[in-house]
C-alpha cells in the first residue's frame, strides 16, 4: 500500500519521475542561461533582463524610425505627384459608357 502512495504522490513510478524531473531542469537551465539568467543572483538576472529587454524594444524602434524616413523620402513626394495629376472629376466615371 505505501507503494501506492508514492506512486500517486509522484505520478507514476518515482525513479522514471525523478529522471524526467532531471532532464526537464537540464533543459529549462539551458534556456534560461541563453536569456541572461544566473542561478546565484536570480533578483539580478530578471532585472539585467528586463533592461536588456526595455533597450532592445528602443532599439527597434529607432530602427524602424530610420528606415521610415528613408522610404518616406521617395514614397511621399511621389504620392503628392501622383495625387496632384489626378483629374478631379475622373473618380467615379465609368470608362465604357459614352
Known amino acids: 500500500m505505501s507503494d501506492d502512495v508514492v506512486q500517486r504522490f509522484f ?5 522514471s519521475v525523478v ?3 532531471v532532464l526537464l531542469s537540464i533543459l529549462v537551465g539551458v534556456v534560461l542561461a541563453a536569456i541572461g539568467f544566473d542561478p546565484w543572483n536570480i533578483i539580478h ?3 539585467r533582463l528586463f ?3 526595455w533597450n532592445m524594444g528602443w ?4 530602427w524602424l524610425w530610420r528606415y521610415f524616413l528613408l522610404g518616406a ?4 513626394p511621389i504620392w503628392i505627384v501622383v495625387r ?3 483629374v478631379p472629376g475622373a ?7 459614352t
Do not use: F, W, Y
Open 11 to 15: 505520478g507514476g513510478p518515482p525513479l
Open 19 to 21: 529522471l524526467r524531473l
Open 45 to 47: 538576472s530578471i532585472r
Open 51 to 53: 533592461e536588456t529587454i
Open 59 to 62: 532599439d527597434a524602434v529607432s
Open 73 to 76: 523620402v521617395l514614397v511621399i
Open 84 to 86: 496632384l495629376t489626378k
Open 91 to 97: 473618380r467615379g466615371r465609368d470608362p465604357t459608357r
